[in-house]
């Protein structure tokens, strides 16, 4: 199986002492890779510097093979990402914004920019004015987006943040089908950890900036009763008692 992402010794520490320590971990090809982890863990700021939106101090980054210093847009072209608040122009209208956002790209057509509002069942709205968009909207929007190119590795920052239960729904969805019909590979991160034992194979759990469990979540979990959100938390509070002795 292939590497899609090698993340290797990630560190970024920002000016209050706080951030990412020696972080590696690799995603195959196929993988819907869950990153679980309290607030403030570091996920972000892991999916920020594999996206170059933020520069690690120390380690690397490698998609489909390519460094993503010394080979960005190799590294980043079949990439689609949402990270922190979708990026949404709120004067123009779902369709307008989709059509600013394809122009990164060489073969989006306006028809693909009907088929993913189609997917995040916006296109009834199309028309409409970002600025009238609620908070699921806009997120769906931002998910819209990211699916334009068809990339074949999809980095989604806490995807279902701001969603009712049936966008929730549909997210998970979208990315069962991505995965499984269009073998798409997922970075995803999130709060909703029954959401993520749904649609991930595999997880990191990532705490005070480092990873501190890795693995398939099959393998992971012990007996037929053990979830993943009592998995999780037995690390987090055995990590803290950890640090307090
Ligand atoms: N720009 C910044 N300046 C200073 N500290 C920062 C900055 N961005 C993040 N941090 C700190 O780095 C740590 C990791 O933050 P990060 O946002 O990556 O965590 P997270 O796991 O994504 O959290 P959440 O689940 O709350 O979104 C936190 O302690 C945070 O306060």
């Given at each position: 199986?292939?590497?899609?992402?090698?993340?290797?010794?990630?560190?970024?520490?920002?000016?209050?002492?706080?951030?990412?320590?020696?972080?590696?971990?690799?995603?195959?090809?196929?993988?819907?890779?869950?990153?679980?982890?309290?607030?403030?863990?570091?996920?972000?700021?892991?999916?920020?510097?594999?996206?170059?939106?933020?520069?690690?101090?120390?380690?690397?980054?490698?998609?489909?093979?390519?460094?993503?210093?010394?080979?960005?847009?190799?590294?980043?072209?079949?990439?689609?990402?949402?990270?922190?608040?979708?990026?949404?122009?709120?004067?123009?209208?779902?369709?307008?914004?989709?059509?600013?956002?394809?122009?990164?790209?060489?073969?989006?057509?306006?028809?693909?920019?009907?088929?993913?509002?189609?997917?995040?069942?916006?296109?009834?709205?199309?028309?409409?004015?970002?600025?009238?968009?609620?908070?699921?909207?806009k997120?769906?929007?931002?998910?819209?987006?990211?699916?334009?190119?068809?990339?074949?590795?999809?980095?989604?920052?806490?995807?279902?943040?701001?969603?009712?239960?049936?966008?929730?729904?549909?997210?998970?969805?979208i990315?069962?089908?991505?995965?499984?019909?269009?073998?798409?590979?997922?970075?995803?991160?999130?709060?909703?950890?029954h959401?993520?034992?749904?649609?991930?194979?595999?997880?990191?759990?990532?705490?005070?900036?480092?990873?501190?469990?890795?693995?398939?979540?099959?393998?992971?979990?012990?007996?037929?009763?053990?979830?993943?959100?009592?998995?999780?938390?037995?690390?987090?509070?055995?990590?803290?008692?950890?640090?307090?002795?």
């Amino acid at each position: 199986m292939k590497n899609v992402l090698e993340v290797k010794n990630l560190t970024k520490i920002y000016q209050n002492g706080r951030g990412i320590r020696d972080i590696s971990f690799d995603i195959l090809a196929g993988d819907v890779y869950g990153f679980l982890g309290p607030n403030g863990a570091g996920k972000t700021t892991v999916m920020k510097i594999i996206m170059g939106l933020c520069r690690a101090q120390k380690g690397e980054v490698k998609i489909f093979g390519h460094d993503s210093t010394t080979q960005p847009e190799r590294a980043w072209q079949h990439v689609g990402a949402m990270i922190e608040n979708a990026v949404v122009y709120e004067y123009m209208s779902g369709y307008k914004n989709l059509l600013l956002a394809s122009r990164f790209y060489k073969d989006v057509t306006p028809a693909r920019i009907d088929e993913v509002l189609e997917m995040v069942d916006l296109a009834p709205f199309k028309h409409e004015k970002a600025a009238g968009y609620s908070l699921g909207m806009k997120q769906r929007l931002g998910l819209a987006a990211a699916l334009l190119s068809k990339p074949k590795f999809m980095i989604l920052d806490e995807p279902t943040n701001g969603l009712d239960v049936e966008g929730t729904v549909k997210v998970r969805e979208i990315i069962i089908h991505l995965a499984r019909e269009h073998q798409v590979t997922f970075l995803l991160s999130s709060h909703l950890i029954h959401e993520m034992q749904m649609v991930c194979n595999k997880i990191g759990i990532i705490n005070n900036g480092q990873v501190i469990k890795e693995g398939l979540v099959a393998d992971l979990l012990h007996n037929e009763d053990e979830t993943l959100e009592s998995f999780f938390i037995k690390q987090i509070r055995e990590g803290r008692e950890e640090r307090a002795k």
